[in-house]
């Protein structure tokens, strides 16, 4: 069952950073996937700065600010690369 929490999380938290980074997302299916990783980030990230979160807000903060770093990184990638 977190499993399921877990991937509902990531996608409400791509959904939710493709919103607000408009023109550096990847359509509907790309952020939804960006987010789910974006929450193995964001909780990778604040665990470095000692930082935890608890209960479905708290993690879902957490999943989209790692899916927004997420989708800065790649845009800058992609802008470096291309």
Known sequence: MNLLW???IG???????GAV????????LGNLIVGVIGALLGGFLLGLLG???AGVI???ISAFIGAVVLLVLI????????
């Open 6 to 8: 877990f991937i509902l």
């Open 11 to 17: 996608l409400a938290a791509g959904f939710l950073a």
């Open 21 to 28: 980074m408009k023109g550096h997302g990847f359509g509907l």
């Open 51 to 53: 930082i935890y979160t």
């Open 58 to 60: 708290g993690n879902l």
């Open 75 to 82: 845009g800058f990638i992609k802008r470096k690369g291309g």
